[in-house]
Nanobody, 120 residues
Framework: QVHVVESGGGLVQAGGSLRLSCAASGTGFSITAMGWYRQAPGKQRELVASITPGGRPNYADALKGRFTMSRDSAKNTVYLQMNSLKPEDTAVYYC??????????????WGPGTQVTVSS
């Protein structure tokens, strides 16, 4: 079982910054990917950024230059630095973790989400 927890959401004014964190915990698995999705009210969940072990972050085109994803592999933790935030960035941000476990194969786990609200 993999436990995923996000933190760092909140209310910020347009132009401000926030840093989200996502930590995966548990035993008996290897992480194959970690990433961030977001879902605004009335909209579908969309990819924000993702990263694989040993790889570089992959960003949604519209967010390149404002959002930066980083990781601490030793802590099974990823971060999302969000700068120059806009009201349209308002959404629930979800972290996902792709894992592989011997005997179980590949699985995806999701955190409960963290609310980001950008006021104009």
């Amino acid at each position: 079982q993999v436990h995923v927890v996000e933190s760092g959401g909140g209310l910020v004014q347009a132009g401000g910054s926030l840093r989200l964190s996502c930590a995966a915990s548990g035993t008996g698995f290897s992480i194959t990917a970690m990433g961030w999705y977001r879902q605004a009210p009335g909209k579908q969940r969309e990819l924000v950024a993702s990263i694989t072990p040993g790889g570089r972050p992959n960003y949604a085109d519209a967010l390149k230059g404002r959002f930066t994803m980083s990781r601490d592999s030793a802590k099974n933790t990823v971060y999302l630095q969000m700068n120059s935030l806009k009201p349209e960035d308002t959404a629930v941000y979800y972290c996902y973790v792709g894992v592989w476990a011997y005997g179980a194969g590949s699985s995806d786990y999701w955190g409960p989400g963290t609310q980001v609200t950008v006021s104009s």
